[in-house]
């Protein structure tokens, strides 16, 4: 596609229940990134795929939080047994490799957590 | 250590010359990023500089960087209403960037 895509643009979720938030890179781009944007801790890094696999997960903040990339292009991130503490503005950035330096983000999925 | 800071606020006057301030504190060869974000959309990629550059023009853009005092900053010529928005400076550590908190820039008639 054209750029960076994401769905849902927002979703709403009880606490307690799971969510899955979908990335769609750009075409041809092997790397993949995720942040999230809250108001209390701004953006942050959260996991970095290059192809299927992912090198570092290192800012997951919990082990709720996985995600998994297939065939090299979508990726999911699933937040398990949701809190209110979850609730944020999810990105997904892509770039043609891990070490290229321009990441272009997607719109992003606002998640609320009630 | 990668802590990257900016001025939470900066309002402007249509027409005038916004400047926006980061400092960063990774002392190894990086790259620096302006990122732009409107209400309810993700992060634009505006322009970035490599750290052994000191400016870099873009149209209306202009960043500079003094690698001394790890300063950053960027300056946009003949403001419009168009560029209110939230200014994010990256830096990039390997393959992932860090953010700083953002920029408010308001421009006013």
């Known amino acids: 596609g054209a750029g960076v895509s994401q769905s849902p643009s927002n979703k709403v979720t009880e606490k307690g229940k799971d969510v899955e938030l979908r990335c769609d890179p750009i075409?041809?781009?092997?790397?993949l990134y995720w942040y999230r944007q809250s108001l209390g801790q701004g953006l942050e890094f959260l996991i970095y795929?290059?192809?299927?696999?992912?090198?570092?997960k290192s800012g997951l903040p919990s082990d709720r939080f996985s995600a998994e990339r297939t065939g090299g292009s979508v990726s999911t991130l699933t937040i398990q047994r949701t809190q209110q503490e979850d609730s944020a503005v999810y990105l997904c950035?892509?770039?043609?490799?891990?070490?290229?330096?321009?990441?272009?983000f997607g719109p992003g999925t606002r998640l609320t957590v009630t | 250590g990668e802590d990257v800071e900016q001025s939470l606020f900066l309002s402007v006057r249509e027409g005038d010359s916004s400047v926006i301030n980061c400092t960063y504190t990774d002392s190894s060869s990086t790259y620096l990023y302006w990122y732009k974000q409107e209400p309810g959309a993700g992060l634009q990629l505006l322009t970035y500089i490599f750290s052994n550059m000191d400016m870099k023009q873009d149209q209306r853009l202009t960043v500079l960087l003094n690698k001394k005092d790890k300063h950053l900053s960027l300056r946009i010529a003949d403001t419009q209403t168009g560029d209110s928005a939230i200014y994010f400076c990256a830096e990039w550590n390997d393959y992932k960037l860090s953010f700083g908190a953002g920029t408010t820039v308001t421009v006013r008639a």
């Open positions: 075409s041809g781009h092997t790397a």
């Open positions: 950035a892509s770039s043609f490799g891990g070490r290229d330096y321009e990441q272009y």
């Open positions: 795929f290059q192809g299927n696999s992912a090198p570092d």
